[in-house]
């Protein structure tokens, strides 16, 4: 099953990167493994997939040193929220981490980046819809934000991540990220964008995503922890 629902992802994400004039190569397909375990993520990995996202990384730590054995070339994206005390062990284990949204964890990161010399990925994560509830920088607090990683802590920040509120239009959101995106590159080096799910990463791939989170349109429906 997640063999052939990944090819459908695959074939969807080259669809819609054509109809917005873009070649499908600057899309990057994030296999949402989280709640899954290794028995459910081999298929995929056999398939040929090699870019996975996860949300805990106490859940990453149980699963992933031993696929990592198993397979080459595997790149794992923390896509959930971060807590200062999983900062180290988030740096030792993940290639990109895209839920950079306080100063104080932005500090964290900067220490542990330089304690390990690794250097992962690095997405500031935006609250666009301003939701009191959600992770995330508030909009108009980016560009400070930004200059702050930067220039402060020597962060070289990649891109920026959303996720839209649940009972709005995700086009809407996509595209304000997007223009924050523009709006905060530095020349000869656009922000990439994270945005889109399962239910949307077409429209996202519209608007210029450059990597989308996809999880049960490729493993089907999850168990809740």
């Known amino acids: 099953m997640s063999h052939q ?8 994400i080259a669809a819609a990167a054509r109809d917005a004039d873009r070649s499908p190569a600057d899309v990057k397909l994030i296999a949402v493994s989280k709640t899954f375990d290794a028995a459910a993520i081999r298929p995929v ?24 054995e198993d397979y ?12 200062s005390n999983k900062t180290k062990d988030a740096v030792a284990l993940f290639d990109a981490i895209h839920s950079v949204d306080r100063p104080k964890i932005a500090q964290t990161i ?3 980046i330089a304690s390990q010399n690794r250097s992962p990925m690095l997405f ?16 108009a607090e980016t560009t400070d934000f930004l200059k702050l990683c930067r220039a402060e802590l020597n962060l070289d920040i990649s891109g920026l991540m959303c996720i839209p509120p649940v009972d709005e239009e995700a086009a809407v959101h996509f595209a304000f990220l ?12 656009p922000l990439a964008l994270s945005m889109g799910m399962s239910a949307d990463y077409m429209i996202a791939i519209g608007l210029g995503a450059t990597h989308v989170r996809v999880g049960s349109a490729i493993f089907g429906t999850r168990t809740p922890h």
């Open 178 to 189: 997007a223009k924050l995106a523009k709006e905060n590159s530095e020349p000869g080096r």
């Open 5 to 12: 629902a990944l090819q459908h992802v695959l074939d969807e």
């Open 72 to 83: 080459d070339n595997i790149e794992l994206h923390l896509i959930g929220p971060l807590q």
């Open 110 to 112: 900067a220490r542990e």
């Open 124 to 139: 500031v994560q935006v609250n666009t819809g301003e939701e009191p509830q959600k992770a995330g920088i508030l909009p």
């Open 45 to 68: 990995l056999d398939a040929g997939q090699r870019t996975f996202g996860e949300n805990r990384v106490q859940e990453a730590q149980h699963k992933w040193p031993a696929l990592r």
